[in-house]
């Protein structure tokens, strides 16, 4: 199974993007889905998770900007983010977890510039 993620691009501080996580078929058992963030010489950033039960969780810095959804049916899931700004640069991967299984997509890039 791969992760497609799209949707990254280059926006000015201000503007908004909504990413895409699909996968190439349905995975059983989905219990979250998530979108992290790589910066070059940084840990990967875990941004905003759902769980299969919709509970979901934010990095501080994206709260209040940013809103996960998802289908677990279809194993898709979105990020829409708003009001970007220049520390939100890097790149978006999105993740899946289904018990044991975790399925990483090969990451989208989101550049704000100011």
């Known amino acids: 199974v791969q992760l497609q993620a799209s949707g990254g691009g280059l926006v000015q501080a201000g503007g908004s993007l909504r990413l895409s996580c699909a996968a190439s078929?349905?995975?059983?058992?989905?219990?979250?889905m998530a979108w992290y963030r790589q910066v070059s010489g940084h840990q990967r950033e875990l941004v905003a998770l759902?769980?299969?039960?919709?509970?979901?969780n934010y990095a501080d810095s994206v709260k209040g900007r940013f809103t996960i959804s998802g289908d677990n049916a279809k194993t898709t899931v979105f990020l829409q983010m708003n009001s970007l700004k220049r520390e939100d640069t890097g790149v978006y991967l999105c993740?899946?977890?289904?018990?044991?299984?975790?399925?990483w997509g090969q990451g989208t890039l989101v550049t704000v510039s100011s």
């Open positions: 993740n899946v977890e289904a018990g044991y299984r975790a399925f």
């Open positions: 078929r349905s995975i059983f058992g989905v219990e979250r």
């Open positions: 759902i769980t299969s039960g919709g509970t979901r």
